[in-house]
């Protein structure tokens, strides 16, 4: 049995991975500090396998505690972090502490612990806007950050992959995923696809701005399916790699979205507001992960609209428009 540290195990992202983990019978060690709540962990609570830990990463001590109060742990998926720009761009001090500092000590202490995979949750944002508006961007592409949330993961994944003294054994991984969407324990409408369905399936009119901007996309079920892909691979496949997480027929400019929005809600009333200039624009390529790791998506976008309308109108969330589905208060600036 292998035992998998996963921060940020209660959110978007990582209340799917841990489920994933436990249902192939690995042993799970989740640190949370619950700021969006802990709902997303209580079918899996008394699994004799789960182990939870309310902890803040920023809290070198806890931290300490919790690595420590464990014989053995094989691997560290470290998903904790002020997600998003727009929560960086609020509480930039913040999210320089969680981001970076606490990043770069839970890295150091693994090593030092001796745990021998790691793997970080980056983004493409790292990308920033293509050079060439009609080409694509793959892993050797050059980055350009245009925000502190993408600044920080460019930053952390340059000492991990590059600038720190890398013991023999020690197995990092970053994988840079695409804009993601759809059902998650610990739902989330601050997410463009998301948000777009559920202003939709309310009856309500959307705005939208900069249809020609181009994002890839992939759903939150796959980012898991590309962890285990890394947890499972030989060293050599993933040691100081990073791979770009999602399908190359998944990249959507907001036009294109709209496009398959319609298919499901003729009647929409969607209002198209002019946006010149994007400082993010970027179709990206998911080969590497393919073609080294076996990696598939397995739903589309035009899936998660169809999963995310029909727990809508259904009246599964009773209330989509709350706080708790958003990481920064809904029609904050």
Known sequence: MKTVLVTGGAGYVGSILIRRLLQRGDRVVCLDNLNFGGESLLDVWEH??????RCDITDTTDVDV?????????????????????????QPDLAYRTNWEASLYLLNQSVRLGISRFIFASTCSNYGKMADPGGFVDEGSPLSPVSLYAELKVRFEQYMLHEMERPSGFCPTALRFATVY??????????????FTKELALGRELVVFGEQFWRPYCHVADFSNAMLKVLDAAPESVAGEVFNVGDNDENYTKGMLLDQLLRRFPEARIRRMEMKDDPRDYRVRFDKIQQRLGFAISRTVADGIGEMQ???????LSEPDHPH???IPHGAP
Not at 68 to 82: G, K, S, T
Not at 182 to 195: H, K, Q
Not at 310 to 316: M, Q, W, Y
Request: charged letters at 20%.
């Open 48 to 53: 004799s396998h789960f182990h939870f830990h």
């Open 66 to 90: 919790i690595l420590n109060q464990y014989q053995r742990i094989d691997a560290v998926v470290h998903l904790a972090a002020i997600v998003g720009d727009p929560a960086c761009k609020r």
């Open 182 to 195: 759809g059902l998650s324990p610990r739902m989330r409408f601050d997410l463009t696809v998301n948000e």
């Open 310 to 316: 029909r727990v809508l109108e259904l009246g599964i």
């Open 325 to 327: 589905y958003y990481n």
